[in-house]
């Protein structure tokens, strides 16, 4: 089946600071979404792209598509302690979720 | 999400006993999902339907069946649980149309602890 693979997995990230996390489909995808999961709760849908190269922005997140719509990329400004938990992208064509990228915020 | 329920919440079981977990949602989706959920291996899908009359293998479905009682109701069964089925069971629903594809709405989760 379809595999989609985040990186990195874990990060630390100092409060203030920006990161930055990918995620890589081995096939195209007509659409990827991401999803937050806060620590001792479930996911919650963010955002889906669809166009080659596309970028949307809400507030402090801002979220790529690649144009070849095999890549896509979530960079967060400025991070707050409300950041924290794990963003899952998700190729949904093929019902395909990534294994996470745990966000861990250091006051 | 109150719209999409789970339960139990939490369970914990012994080797070898059946048990189901049931999700009911209230959203109105033809499309109801179940996934796992282990620490480093995201989620994982084990069955999902996209209709009444509709199921289908995910990834992991050995092990489980479902029954899709009505729009509404999806349940996961574990006809003989093992402890590797120890995990954080969820439980989504998607609607074909609107304006995001497939958007999953999660239930709050199951957590099942066989011994």
């Known amino acids: 089946g379809q595999q989609v693979m985040q990186i990195p997995q874990y990060q630390h990230v100092q409060e203030g600071e920006d990161f930055t996390t990918y995620c890589n489909s081995s096939?195209?995808?007509?659409?990827i979404q991401w999803y937050k999961q806060r620590p001792g709760g479930h996911p919650v849908f963010l955002i889906q792209?669809?166009?080659?190269?596309e970028v949307k922005k809400q507030k402090r997140l801002t979220f790529q598509f690649g144009e070849a719509k095999k890549n896509s990329s979530l960079h967060i400004t400025a991070t707050q302690t409300t950041d924290v938990g794990t963003y899952f992208c998700?190729?949904?064509?093929?019902?395909?979720f990534g294994k996470g990228n745990q966000v861990v915020v250091i006051p | 999400d109150a719209d999409v329920t789970q339960t139990p919440r939490n369970r914990i079981t012994k080797t070898g006993k059946r048990i189901m977990l049931e999700c009911s949602q209230t959203k109105g989706h033809d499309r109801m999902y179940w996934y796992r959920q282990d620490p480093g291996l995201g989620l994982r899908l084990i069955y999902y339907?996209?209709?009444?009359?509709?199921?289908n293998k995910g990834e992991i479905s050995d092990g489980y069946s479902v029954s899709r009682q009505a729009q509404a109701k999806f349940s996961l069964s574990l006809e003989s649980a093992i402890p590797n089925q120890t995990a954080l069971y969820f439980c989504?629903?998607?609607?074909?149309?609107?304006?995001?594809?497939?958007?999953?709405?999660f239930g709050p989760g199951t957590r099942l602890t066989v011994l």
């Open positions: 792209l669809v166009k080659s190269g």
């Open positions: 998700a190729g949904l064509n093929r019902l395909a």
């Open positions: 989504a629903t998607s609607d074909f149309g609107g304006t995001n594809y497939n958007e999953q709405f």
């Open positions: 096939t195209t995808l007509s659409n």
């Open positions: 339907s996209f209709d009444v009359k509709d199921i």
